[in-house]
């Protein structure tokens, strides 16, 4: 397994330390490497620990930038049929990860048919540097996990909610309603978590799934009410930021 977080907080720069103290939270996830992406000008923020199956070389690195450098993409999972997309995309490839199929279905076929032919167990974010936009995405039975969270400064998600605590905006206010569940159930359904402003973004096939908007000016908000009846493939949270963007890809902002 790997860990993926980040944020997305278009009204405040996001700094290094910040996604590094997330990464810290999911090591235990990825030991074999990490990694961060970000744009301070956008206010986007990617975070990777690495777990390293298909490809041990440092071609397998994330986050993980497109050929045309569109795309940014954090990963975490398996395709199972990853083979036999990469027979039907055209070259040349780096190495011989599943996220580089993923990553480059998404530029050659869009997200939605890249998420119709994965076969897998999967969670992902990817970011879409020329619409500003950030989809997230799991695989149909919601074996991997993945939370998004609504924060003062924007959204934050995270394969795991203490990555999400991390943050000094995140309101840890217990959601009341949720305790029921967890009595009933033994634990608490998608799309709900047991603390207020956070959620579980439900499998690909889940009947609800929580819908992200970007604002008119710029910034985002949360959800209201309870999640729409018919989910899209992935959650997608739309943004403006200056089109002028000098992003850094390594160990640091």
């Keep these: ?55 041990l070389s440092a071609e397998g690195h994330q986050p993980m930038v497109s050929r045309s450098g569109r795309y940014v993409i954090v990963f975490n999972g398996e395709v199972y049929n990853f083979q036999e997309l990469r027979s039907r995309l055209e070259g040349p490839w780096h190495g011989h990860s599943d996220t580089e199929i993923v990553l480059h279905a998404i530029e050659t076929w869009g997200l939605r048919r890249t998420l119709e032919a994965c076969l897998g167990m999967f969670a992902f974010a990817v970011w879409d540097r020329e619409t500003r ?69 439900p499998a690909h096939g889940s009947p609800s799934a929580p819908m992200m908007h970007g604002c008119q000016n710029g910034g985002t908000r949360a959800p209201t009410g309870p999640p729409p009846k018919s989910p899209p493939m992935a959650s997608r949270i739309p943004m403006r930021c200056p089109p002028t963007m ?8």
Excluded at 34 to 41: E, L, R
Excluded at 154 to 179: M, P, Q, V
Aim: net charge positive; charged share 15%.
């Design 1 to 55: 397994m790997c860990g993926i977080a980040g944020v997305l907080a278009p009204s405040t720069s996001i700094s290094a330390s910040l996604l590094q103290s997330m990464a810290h939270t999911l090591r235990h996830r990825g030991p074999d490497d990490s990694g961060i992406w970000c744009d301070p000008a956008c206010g986007i923020g990617l975070v990777h620990t690495r777990l390293a199956i298909l490809d």
């Design 133 to 201: 936009e950030l989809s997230l995405a799991r695989d149909r039975l919601g074996v991997k996990p993945l939370y998004l969270a609504r924060t003062a400064q924007g959204f934050a998600f995270a394969s795991e909610l203490k990555a999400i605590r991390t943050l000094g905006d995140f309101d840890t206010a217990i959601h009341r309603n949720a305790l029921p569940l967890l009595l009933r159930h033994g634990y608490i359904p998608a799309p709900h978590t047991i603390y207020r402003d956070a959620w579980k973004l």
């Design 246 to 253: 000098q992003p850094m890809h390594s160990n640091h902002c």
